[in-house]
């Protein structure tokens, strides 16, 4: 199993660049793929970026232009750098890794809580 904990979420007022932060514990051998999704009230999980250990990135639209993902694999943590936040960007923002390229994340975090006040 893989342990996932993220940290940075709060209250950020719009126009706010807020960085998460996503650490992996236990079985931490071949996480290909790491990142990010995120859940509205009311809405659906979606995806916001993810990455692999050669770097490759995938965003959504609504990230794209805005959210940079990074990750430092000699520490096993992936990053969201988060720029001029809007208030539909409130969710509660969850880290996410798998052993594959392609389909569901196998891990999850607990999530952290992203509010953006106008």
């Known amino acids: 199993q893989v342990q996932l904990v993220e940290s940075g979420g709060g209250l950020v007022q719009a126009g706010g660049s807020p960085r998460l932060s996503c650490a992996a514990s236990?079985?931490?051998?071949?996480?290909?793929?790491m990142g990010w999704y995120r859940q509205a009230p009311g809405k659906q999980r979606e995806l916001v970026a993810t990455m692999t250990r050669s770097h490759i990135t995938a965003y959504a639209d609504s990230a794209k232009g805005r959210f940079t993902i990074s990750r430092d694999n000699a520490k096993n943590t992936v990053y969201l750098q988060m720029n001029n936040l809007k208030p539909e960007d409130t969710a509660v923002y969850y880290c996410?890794?798998?052993?594959?390229?392609?389909?569901?994340?196998?891990?999850w975090g607990q999530g952290t809580q992203v509010t953006v006040s106008s």
């Open positions: 996410t890794t798998s052993r594959t390229v392609v389909g569901a994340p196998a891990f």
């Open positions: 236990g079985n931490i051998l071949n996480l290909n793929v």
